[in-house]
Protein backbone atom coordinates (compact mmCIF):
# COMPACT_ATOMS: atom_id res chain seq x y z
CA UNK A 1 0.00 0.00 0.00
CA UNK A 2 1.00 3.51 -0.84
CA UNK A 3 2.17 5.91 2.13
CA UNK A 4 3.46 9.17 2.33
CA UNK A 5 4.62 10.27 5.50
CA UNK A 6 6.01 14.19 5.84
CA UNK A 7 8.44 15.22 8.72
CA UNK A 8 10.31 18.80 9.81
CA UNK A 9 7.56 20.84 10.55
CA UNK A 10 8.53 23.39 13.33
CA UNK A 11 7.89 26.94 14.72
CA UNK A 12 10.23 29.19 13.27
CA UNK A 13 11.34 33.01 13.69
CA UNK A 14 10.96 35.22 10.75
CA UNK A 15 13.87 34.79 8.42
CA UNK A 16 14.51 31.18 10.23
CA UNK A 17 14.39 27.70 8.36
CA UNK A 18 13.54 24.49 7.70
CA UNK A 19 13.60 21.36 6.20
CA UNK A 20 10.64 19.50 5.40
CA UNK A 21 11.04 15.11 4.21
CA UNK A 22 8.41 13.01 2.92
CA UNK A 23 8.93 9.32 3.17
CA UNK A 24 7.39 7.44 0.42
CA UNK A 25 6.28 3.88 -0.06
CA UNK A 26 6.12 1.53 -3.42
CA UNK A 27 7.21 2.55 -6.68
CA UNK A 28 9.19 5.19 -7.77
CA UNK A 29 7.08 7.70 -8.45
CA UNK A 30 7.70 10.31 -11.69
CA UNK A 31 6.40 13.71 -10.04
CA UNK A 32 6.98 14.36 -6.17
CA UNK A 33 5.48 17.46 -5.42
CA UNK A 34 5.21 19.80 -1.76
CA UNK A 35 1.52 21.94 -1.52
CA UNK A 36 0.64 23.99 1.22
CA UNK A 37 -2.75 25.34 2.36
CA UNK A 38 -3.04 27.76 5.53
CA UNK A 39 -6.65 28.17 7.40
CA UNK A 40 -9.35 29.02 5.40
CA UNK A 41 -6.96 28.96 2.42
CA UNK A 42 -6.93 27.32 -0.80
CA UNK A 43 -4.75 24.64 -1.21
CA UNK A 44 -1.52 25.76 -3.21
CA UNK A 45 1.47 24.66 -5.28
CA UNK A 46 4.33 25.10 -3.63
CA UNK A 47 7.18 23.14 -5.26
CA UNK A 48 7.55 19.79 -7.48
CA UNK A 49 10.31 17.69 -8.95
CA UNK A 50 10.70 14.89 -11.72
CA UNK A 51 12.60 11.31 -11.72
CA UNK A 52 14.93 10.73 -14.75
CA UNK A 53 13.89 14.02 -16.97
CA UNK A 54 14.92 15.95 -13.86
CA UNK A 55 12.40 19.20 -14.21
CA UNK A 56 11.55 21.23 -11.26
CA UNK A 57 9.17 23.82 -10.62
CA UNK A 58 8.04 26.70 -8.19
CA UNK A 59 5.29 28.64 -7.03
CA UNK A 60 6.42 32.34 -7.93
CA UNK A 61 5.87 33.07 -4.10
CA UNK A 62 9.07 30.89 -2.52
CA UNK A 63 11.23 31.04 -5.79
CA UNK A 64 14.77 32.11 -4.56
CA UNK A 65 14.40 31.03 -1.25
CA UNK A 66 12.45 27.03 -1.71
CA UNK A 67 14.56 24.37 -3.11
CA UNK A 68 12.98 21.19 -3.63
CA UNK A 69 15.34 17.76 -4.22
CA UNK A 70 14.96 14.28 -4.19
CA UNK A 71 16.45 10.65 -3.62
CA UNK A 72 15.07 7.97 -5.84
CA UNK A 73 17.27 4.96 -3.91
CA UNK A 74 15.53 6.21 -0.81
CA UNK A 75 12.16 7.15 -2.55
CA UNK A 76 12.62 10.71 -0.25
CA UNK A 77 11.79 14.10 -1.63
CA UNK A 78 12.66 17.45 0.83
CA UNK A 79 11.79 20.72 0.58
CA UNK A 80 14.25 23.37 2.24
CA UNK A 81 13.17 26.02 3.22
CA UNK A 82 14.97 29.19 3.63
CA UNK A 83 14.15 32.54 4.66
CA UNK A 84 10.92 32.24 5.69
CA UNK A 85 8.43 34.79 5.99
CA UNK A 86 4.83 34.35 8.32
CA UNK A 87 2.99 34.12 5.16
CA UNK A 88 4.68 30.82 4.64
CA UNK A 89 2.98 29.83 7.49
CA UNK A 90 0.49 26.55 6.95
CA UNK A 91 0.11 23.00 6.88
CA UNK A 92 2.80 21.31 4.27
CA UNK A 93 1.81 18.51 2.06
CA UNK A 94 3.72 16.00 -0.19
CA UNK A 95 2.01 14.20 -2.95
CA UNK A 96 3.41 11.67 -5.86
CA UNK A 97 1.95 10.88 -9.19
CA UNK A 98 2.61 8.79 -12.42
CA UNK A 99 2.27 11.94 -14.38
CA UNK A 100 4.41 15.11 -16.36
CA UNK A 101 1.45 17.68 -14.49
CA UNK A 102 4.24 19.25 -12.16
CA UNK A 103 1.79 21.83 -10.85
CA UNK A 104 -1.70 20.56 -10.63
CA UNK A 105 -2.78 18.78 -7.37
CA UNK A 106 -5.84 17.33 -8.64
CA UNK A 107 -3.43 15.41 -10.52
CA UNK A 108 -1.88 13.75 -7.62
CA UNK A 109 -2.52 10.05 -7.05
CA UNK A 110 -1.52 10.34 -3.28
CA UNK A 111 -1.00 12.74 -0.14
CA UNK A 112 0.49 12.60 2.84
CA UNK A 113 -1.31 13.74 5.90
CA UNK A 114 1.01 16.89 6.42
CA UNK A 115 3.19 18.60 8.51
CA UNK A 116 2.38 22.05 9.94
CA UNK A 117 5.24 24.86 9.20
CA UNK A 118 4.69 28.40 11.86
CA UNK A 119 6.85 31.35 11.09
CA UNK A 120 6.32 34.13 14.00
CA UNK A 121 6.60 37.61 13.09
Known amino acids: QVQLVESGGDLVQDGGSLRLSCAVS??????LGWFRQAPGKEREFVAA????????AYADSVKGRFTISRDNAKNTVWLQMNSLKPEDTAVYYC????????????????WGQGTQVTVSS
Open 95 to 110: AAKHSLSLRVGSLYDY
Open 26 to 31: GSIYLT
Open 49 to 56: ITSNIGNI
